[in-house]
């Protein structure tokens, strides 16, 4: 890449400059963050609510799920938010093969949650755990235990979705660092992928506990 | 004498079909965002129209009851989804905020471009939904029923997501642009009011936005898996529906009137020819009504069965915004005082603004009122209400900043004199039709009855002719705008002697905006101490 002394390639014509056009990005970032947190806050407010109208219910449910699985996939996305990061660090450092590397072991301990996450939807669908009108467990004393099932299906679900959506970014930052997009002086869509994928780590912190740990 | 616009400008350069749907020059998205957005407007006019010949006289007129449900639902959710959250900020807020602040584009060019394809696909799928049976549930989709309704909800509500997504993206890079992009020496305290009606706006878009997708998508799952959340037979709680529905709903009322709102205080600066009275008072406004705009939602729901507590804090927080909104109409009254005023068109729409408004803001208050509200809830009451703040006020508000902006987007002038016969026409006809409803509505006419008793006939027929007048005058103005474009004078860059940094540039701008990067050395309604020859001079050619 050109990095010319007033006009590097990667500098957008309607920026000043590229510390401009960085910190625009970030911004944005940050504030589409700000939209997921919301989104995902419609499901944290119907968690509070029905929690609190069926507490026995919720107690109940929630031991029919897997702690041990849950907890290994904690470690697991934080480990990868680890290795997110330390790329980021790499890059800034020029060092291009390790980045390459640690984006690739992001990626891997994704799919690794992905599986673990499999091997937990497909028991509970096999004991017809099931969200709404589709559940028919009977181990779970108490009215309405498919509200529990509904809404976890719907959070970890939807943040399954936003594993693969990330799981995608990253792939696509990985190849192009791989390509030698990226230096010192330019990485700021892996810095942005970084931090959405700390968001997706983040709300699994939320979920790990309300979901499987409250008591 | 030179008959043509200049030939450097963001509509030529470059030329074709394909340079226009891969631009990313906001320019021209605001003006492809502004075909959409008055193709919807066609569509739930007509649609309007429709529900209006049917209530001409009571009984049966047109439809069977059920027709008239899936029209009404049809007209709410077109004329809110598809024109009217779009209209200020994606069609003119995506033309004039680089040109107001003195940037060459938004943050985002591309992602600009996509939240306008974005916009497509949600009405591709909203009209799909149109025509694949319509929905009948009101444009509210309020559970248990738009659970149960057979009609096509789910294409419908996934339209409105998809929309939610592309004003989300919008309010992004307005907001990022704002913070990051304003010229040398624009400080926030220089930005034109627009600005900060914008930026404004777009906080309330990024915030709640998302909440309405998740609520969205829940009804889409109640009725594809029956997950329960809503629906009481299985435990769930239709009341909760609407608490989500209305976080973003409420706050989305003022998605339509704030950029609205700084459209006017463009208009009646520039045409009073002084200094606006009490910006920071003004500015502070647009972001307090925001604000508030998200602890109000409950006054929705007075009769709902939440509880009398809520309610009550409910009521007393939405009196809380009539106090920003009235420190607005105070301060553009003292604007216009002893002020210069042209009676051009884009003014006359501002002064209907600010009556019609008015009226709406009033009428507001009797609904926050607890115990009043729960006579006038769900009567056309309500209907007159909200008509007058979202078609009196922001319609107005978008039609006086088309006008405004018109030899700013186009290089052409339309006829004056058609302008104002339009607007006249507009006004008289918006009052005929929902004056009449105010009445109807506190003698307990029900609001989404396709037949009513023989006593409401009159006010009924009132409201249906005014409907008719209202169509003339937008009929008119349709036309004296397209024909501008062929027949319209050359306006010159500044036709009406504003003081704001989009008229420094040419008519229409050139791709990059300004041939120099500004330098802003002064406030945009700096009137009084720049009454200089110049300004009036050109004045004089715009203004006939």
């Known amino acids: 890449m050109s990095v010319a002394a007033d006009h590097p390639a990667f500098l957008q014509h309607h920026f000043a400059d590229p510390r401009q056009q960085h910190e625009s990005a970030k911004l944005g970032m940050w504030l589409f963050l700000v939209t997921e947190i919301l989104l995902f806050g419609g499901l944290f407010c119907a968690y509070a609510v029905y929690r609190a109208w069926y507490p026995e219910m919720f107690y109940n449910a929630h031991k029919a799920l897997d702690v041990l699985m849950g907890g290994i996939n904690t470690v697991v996305l934080i ?22 590397g640690l984006l690739l072991a992001t990626l891997l301990l994704a799919s690794v949650f992905l599986v673990i996450k499999y091997f937990e939807y497909s028991h509970k669908i096999h004991l017809g755990q099931l969200p709404g009108k589709y559940y028919h467990f009977t181990g779970v004393p108490g009215t309405n235990p498919h509200i529990f099932f509904s809404i976890y299906f719907m959070m970890t679900g939807l943040h399954g979705l936003h594993v693969l959506v990330g799981m995608g970014v990253i792939g696509w930052v990985m190849v192009r660092t791989a390509r030698g997009a990226y230096s010192h002086v330019y990485y700021t869509p892996v810095e942005l992928a970084g931090l959405y994928w700390h968001l997706v780590d983040m709300i699994w912190i939320f979920l790990f506990p309300l979901l499987y740990l409250i008591g | 004498m030179d008959n043509q616009p200049p030939v450097h400008s963001y509509l030529r350069e470059p030329s ?52 008239y449900n899936k029209i009404f639902t049809l007209h709410g959710a077109v004329m809110i989804f598809l024109f009217i959250i779009p209209s200020i900020p994606a069609a003119l807020g995506n033309f004039v905020l680089p040109l107001l602040i003195g940037a060459k584009d938004v943050a985002f060019p591309r992602l600009n471009l996509a939240s306008w394809y974005i916009y497509v696909v949600g009405t591709v799928v909203a009209l799909y939904s149109i025509f694949a049976g319509a929905v009948d549930t009101g444009w509210t989709f309020y559970t248990p029923y738009s659970t149960q309704s057979t009609t096509t909800v789910t294409a419908m509500t996934l339209g409105a997501f998809i929309l939610g997504f592309s004003s989300i993206l919008t309010g992004l890079n307005f907001i990022v642009t704002v913070h990051k992009l304003r010229a040398p020496g624009m400080t926030w305290f220089r930005m034109p009011l627009m600005v900060w009606a914008l930026y404004a706006t777009a906080v309330i878009q990024i915030l ?43 706050p989305a009322v003022y998605i339509m009137i704030l950029p609205g ?81 042209s009676f051009t068109t884009p003014m006359l729409y501002a002064l209907s603004f600010l009556c019609t408004f008015t009226v709406g803001g009033l009428t507001g208050i009797f609904l926050g009122t607890l115990s009043v ?22 319609v107005m508000a978008l039609l006086g900043g088309v006008h405004y902006w018109w030899p700013k987007m186009f290089g052409r002038m339309y006829s004056e004199f058609w302008g ?125």
């Open chain 1, 79 to 100: 480990t990868s938010s680890v290795t997110m990061a330390l790329a980021i660090r790499s890059l800034q450092r020029d060092r291009r093969r390790p980045a390459v």
């Open chain 2, 16 to 67: 074709g079909l394909k340079s226009w749907l891969l631009t990313r020059d906001h320019k021209r998205i605001g003006v492809l965002y502004l075909i959409g957005i008055m193709t919807a407007f066609v569509i739930g006019g007509v649609l309007a129209l429709m529900i209006r010949l049917e209530l001409l006289r009571p009984g049966p007129t047109l439809f069977t009851p059920d027709t």
């Open chain 2, 208 to 250: 709640a936005t998302p909440v309405l997708g998740i609520t969205l998508v829940l009804l889409i799952l109640e009725r594809l898996f029956g997950i329960g959340i809503f629906d009481p037979a299985m435990g769930g709680d239709p009341v909760l529906y609407q608490h989500f529905f209305w976080f973003y709903s409420h």
């Open chain 2, 261 to 341: 709102m700084g459209i006017i205080s463009e208009l009646i600066s520039t045409f009073s020819r002084k200094t606006i009275f009490g910006y920071r008072f003004i500015a502070f406004s647009s972001v307090a009504i925001a604000l508030l705009g998200f602890l109000v939602w409950g006054h929705h729901m007075f009769v709902s069965g939440q509880s009398e507590l809520a309610s009550m804090v409910f009521s007393a927080l939405t009196f809380l915004v009539a106090i920003p909104s009235g420190i607005k109409i105070f301060n553009w009254l003292a604007t216009m005082y002893k002020g210069q005023i």
């Open chain 2, 373 to 394: 509200d729960v006579h006038l809830h769900d009567t056309y009451f309500v209907v007159a209400h909200f008509h007058y703040v979202m078609v009196g006020g922001t």
């Open chain 2, 420 to 544: 104002r016969i339009a607007a006249i026409i507009i006004f008289v006809g918006f009052n005929l039709t929902f004056f009449p409803q105010f009445v109807l509505g506190s003698q307990g006419m029900p609001r989404r009855y396709f037949d009513y008793i023989p006593e409401y006939h009159s006010l009924h027929a009132t409201s249906t002719v005014g409907s008719w007048v209202m169509t003339i005058g937008f009929l008119i103005m349709a036309a004296y705008l397209i024909r501008s474009f062929s027949h319209g004078a050359i306006p010159g860059d500044n036709p009406w002697g504003s003081l704001s940094l989009e008229w420094t540039t040419t008519s229409p701008p050139p791709t990059e905006n300004f041939a120099v990067t500004p330098q802003i050395t002064h406030g945009p309604y700096d009137y009084d101490q720049m009454t200089a020859a110049s300004t009036l001079a050109r004045h004089g050619t715009g203004a006939r």
